[in-house]
């Protein structure tokens, strides 16, 4: 019997892929998106210009699309070998 993608903790890329990110990426994401603050509310909390802010958002969300990209290429691989 094979396992359910639960049994081995791939349920959800998404936040695996936000957890493998660096601290100040993850903080970012994790700010706008789960407490859904505004980025110059993200800019005010963390006390750094809201340019920062944006151009951190822009970098995690390639690095997010990289994790995400490569997740997917490894699973269809693995599905193709079954």
């Known amino acids: 019997m094979m396992a359910d993608a639960t049994d081995s903790g791939e349920?959800?890329?998404l936040e695996e892929a936000i957890a493998a990110l660096p601290e100040?990426?993850?903080q970012v994401i994790l700010l706008r998106y789960y407490e859904r603050l505004s980025c110059q509310e993200v800019a005010?909390?963390?006390g750094v210009p809201l340019g920062t802010v944006t151009?951190?958002?822009s970098r995690?969300?390639?690095?997010?699309?990289q994790e995400l990209?490569?997740?997917e290429g490894a699973e269809t691989t693995?599905?193709?070998t079954q």
Not at 60 to 65: E, H, N, S, T, V
């Open 69 to 71: 990209a490569a997740r």
């Open 55 to 57: 151009k951190t958002l």
């Open 24 to 26: 100040s990426h993850r």
């Open 60 to 65: 995690a969300y390639a690095l997010l699309r």
């Open 44 to 46: 005010t909390r963390l």
């Open 78 to 80: 693995v599905n193709q």
């Open 11 to 13: 349920a959800y890329p």
